[in-house]
């Protein structure tokens, strides 16, 4: 069984510029994740979805980010312009909702480098 | 608010040698907790989980018990190999709030010389 696909693995944009992070989770998985990990430091959440719906995104900085998760599978992360301190690594993670002691199965994450 | 308290690293240990990774954390509740590790590319993998006081999990020789008294889950292991180099993260869920949130400590990166 696949794991949790991102894409792409890096990404190397100039300040200002916008950026798009791609999620595939684990089939089935019902609940997604977007995580980001600055350089030495533990993943923070940013948003996680049930099925298409945002449940808590109050770490996600909405003047310039935004995700979507329209058919409740794939998700896209969006950030509209970037920054230098957006330099980091976005994780997804995934979930199967039915069990609430289930495990999240993370991606490989997208490195991203603002210059 | 929850948080996570994680030794620093790196850990530099030569094979066979012990390994204990201090952890320990601040929540309201019952948290469940977990050590993951990230190898050098890779995403989060989990590597053991407790879920309720004096439980100790364990995989692959790794150990960590869930101490309530001292609000501590160090991780163990009693011969470390150089596959074990990797970065070890310890993290705790919490459902108060709402949703399956795990919140991770700094991270303590592991190297393992021959």
């Known amino acids: 069984e696949a794991g949790v696909v991102q894409s792409p693995r890096y990404k190397i944009i100039e300040k200002k510029q916008p950026v798009a992070f791609w999620c595939n989770p684990i089939s089935g998985h019902n609940t997604l994740y977007w995580y980001r990990q600055n350089l030495g430091q533990g993943p923070e959440l940013l948003i996680r979805y049930e099925n298409e719906e945002a449940v808590d995104d109050s770490q996600l900085p909405k003047d310039r980010f935004s995700a979507e998760r329209l058919k409740g599978v794939d998700s896209t992360l969006k950030i509209q312009p970037a920054e230098l301190g957006d330099s980091a690594v976005y994780l997804c993670?995934?979930?199967?909702?039915?069990?609430?002691?289930?495990?999240?199965?993370f991606g490989p994450g997208t490195r991203l480098t603002v210059l | 608010g929850n948080s996570v308290t994680q030794m620093e690293g790196p850990v530099t240990l030569s094979e066979e040698a012990f390994l204990t990774i201090n952890c320990t954390y601040t929540?309201?509740?019952?948290?469940?907790l977990f050590w993951y590790v990230q190898y050098p590319g890779e995403g989060l993998q989990l590597l053991l989980k407790a879920t309720k006081a004096d439980d100790k999990g364990s995989n692959k020789g790794f150990e960590a018990t869930y101490r309530k008294e001292t609000t501590s889950f160090h991780l163990e292991k009693g011969s470390v190999q150089v596959s074990d180099s990797a970065v070890y993260f310890c993290a705790l869920r919490s459902f108060t709030g709402g949703g399956n949130k795990l919140t991770f400590g700094t991270g303590t990166q592991l190297k393992v010389e021959l």
């Open positions: 929540a309201t509740g019952y948290p469940s």
């Open positions: 993670a995934s979930r199967e909702s039915s069990g609430s002691l289930n495990e999240q199965f």
